[in-house]
């Protein structure tokens, strides 16, 4: 009799010990999305921070001054207004991306607490029998 309720705890222990093992890496891979998007976040909101230093000082700049644009590795001469409206494109861009970024978050956060919940029941469930 003894024999037969360790066996029957065996299949148990190896099905939750898998489904943990699961789990771990899931999670452990979610933690690394998270931190990566968390520093896409944080990268996009200093360069969103660059560029409204970068306007701000422009303003102050007599319209006619010589102004020149990084385009990739060079710089070209741009008026004024030109420069303010690729700064402002660029904000909007980065916000736009943040947004998405935030949403992704939310989804892997939401999806590593079903995975915790499931396993729980799991475990709860193997207890009941148990």
Not at 32 to 40: N, P
Not at 55 to 70: A, H, Q, S
Not at 111 to 117: F, H, I, P, T, W
Request: aromatic share 4%; no cysteine; charged share 30%.
């Amino acid at each position: 009799m003894a024999s037969s309720k360790a066996q029957q705890q065996l299949p148990v222990d190896l099905e939750l010990k898998k489904a943990f093992q699961e789990l771990q890496s899931k999670m452990i891979a979610t933690q690394q999305q998270l931190k990566i998007s968390d520093a896409q976040i944080e990268t996009l909101k200093r360069a969103i921070q660059r560029n409204v230093l970068v306007e701000k000082e422009i303003e102050r700049l007599p319209e006619n001054t010589r102004v020149y644009e990084g385009v990739g590795r060079m710089f070209m001469l741009a008026q004024i207004p030109e420069v303010k409206n690729t700064l402002e494109m660029k904000n909007k861009a980065a916000e736009s991306k943040i947004k998405n970024i935030e949403g992704t978050k939310v989804y892997l956060e939401r999806n590593m607490k079903e995975s915790e919940d499931s396993l729980r029941e799991l475990i709860i469930s193997k207890q009941g029998r148990g």
